[in-house]
């Protein structure tokens, strides 16, 4: 199964925390919008006076410009593009990714310093890290759980199937 395409599940904890470092970064910045985002696009949380619509195309497109990126990176022989700026004359984005399956995106106002955006996006990248740590700890943890448990099942299911069809071949032999 491709990485980037995985079911993880955030459990509220992890959730509010994200939320308290999302909602920290908006504050010292003013920005916009802040999400963090799966590399499929999907906004995880956000703290944001964008509407929920905006949101989701513009996770949408920041997964495929990663994605795009990726590619460049590859042909240009490095082994991957972290982070990236686009500037416009109004709201500027700064986007980096987070590990392997997560971007951190913050759309700002041309009053906001790219600076500053970078030194608060870096400061909250290590918080979530540590979060999102937990996060793919406890989704491995239910993984192998539910891996075991289907497992079980499926002996299970496996058995009743084999005993039924020994049980009918001895009622066969028996009536013969």
Known sequence: MD???TSLIVPAKELEAIKVCLAGIRRDIDATC?????HSGQVISSRSRKTEAEEITIGA?????FSSSRELAHIL??????????????????????GSQ??????????S???MVKVAAKRAIM??????E???????????????????????????????????????????
């Open 102 to 111: 997560w971007i951190l995106a913050i759309v700002f106002s041309k009053y």
């Open 113 to 115: 310093i790219v600076g």
């Open 127 to 132: 918080e979530l890290e540590e979060i999102l």
């Open 134 to 176: 937990r996060v793919r700890l406890n989704n491995r943890e239910r993984d192998r759980f539910f891996s075991l448990k289907m497992r079980d099942s499926l002996d299970d299911t496996l058995d009743l199937l084999f005993r039924d069809s020994t049980n009918s071949d001895n009622l066969q032999t028996e009536a013969s």
């Open 77 to 98: 022989k490095e082994q991957d593009f972290r982070s990236l700026i686009q500037q416009g004359p109004r709201e500027s984005i700064y986007a980096e990714q987070i």
């Open 34 to 38: 802040i999400m963090l985002l799966d």
């Open 3 to 5: 990485p980037q395409l």
């Open 61 to 65: 497109l920041l997964a495929g410009t």
